[in-house]
């Protein structure tokens, strides 16, 4: 008998940690920034966390991998547009 079954949120967040490297690679490209890359795959995790519980069980680790970049990328598009619009306004 296992104390973490199959698809229960611990599970689901350990196999998420797999990802991390390319999560960090991607994360300098886009903000070539180590501290900056370091905050964004924290923040990713974080969101990846929270959404545990409305995700699909048993998803296949490809559809995992693409959500964790796709919300990266989202992520860092909403802080570039928000700088963008901070800048805009003091100018």
């Given at each position: 008998m296992s104390l973490t079954p199959e698809g229960s949120p611990v599970v689901e967040?350990?196999?998420g940690i797999e990802h991390i490297d390319g999560?960090?690679?991607y994360a300098l490209v886009?903000?070539?920034?180590r501290s900056e890359a370091e905050d964004l795959v924290q923040e990713t995790y974080v969101r990846a966390i929270r959404?545990?519980?409305s995700l699909r069980t048993g998803s296949n680790v490809i559809?995992?991998?693409q959500k964790l970049f796709?919300?990266?990328e989202r992520?860092?598009?909403w802080i570039l547009q928000r700088l963008?619009?901070?800048?805009?306004?003091?100018m």
């Open positions: 967040a350990a196999a999560l960090f690679s886009l903000t070539r920034n959404a545990m519980g559809d995992a991998q796709r919300w990266m992520r860092t598009l963008q619009r901070i800048l805009m306004r003091s």
